[in-house]
Nanobody, 114 residues
Framework: VQLVESGGGLVQPGGSLRLSCVAS????????VGWYRQAPGKQRDLVAT???????TYADSVKGRFTISRDNAKNTAYLQMNSLKPEDTAVYYC?????????WGQGTQVTVSS
């Protein structure tokens, strides 16, 4: 399974971005999808997840600002990021899990700076 992220870029503080993650296989539709991020010199942290039943969870640092969603017809997940802060700067990775299966995308850079 290949995951391809897009939508990253440079944005000013307070701005918005929407990340997309497209999966190459329909296993996406029965998987839990997660967005993670990794800043330079730091570990990869969980940002948000959405289950096959559309139950969502968020890291405390992004609650109220980020929204995860999915479109199973398009094998695509999204991460809408609003009110971005400099501390949101990181490489953002898409992940899908189903049982013992676990796949990662290549990541997309998000930089929040004035």
């Amino acid at each position: 399974v290949q995951l391809v992220e897009s939508g990253g870029g440079l944005v000013q503080p307070g701005g918005s971005l929407r990340l997309s993650c497209v999966a190459s296989e329909n296993i996406f539709r029965i998987s839990t999808v997660g967005w993670y991020r990794q800043a330079p010199g730091k570990q990869r942290d969980l940002v948000a997840t959405i289950t096959r039943g559309d139950t969502t969870t968020y890291a405390d640092s992004v609650k109220g600002r980020f929204t995860i969603s999915r479109d199973n017809a398009k094998n695509t997940a999204y991460l809408q990021m609003n009110s971005l802060k400099p501390e949101d700067t990181a490489v953002y990775y898409c992940n899908i899990k189903f049982g013992i299966l676990n796949y990662w995308g290549q990541g997309t850079q998000v930089t929040v700076s004035s």
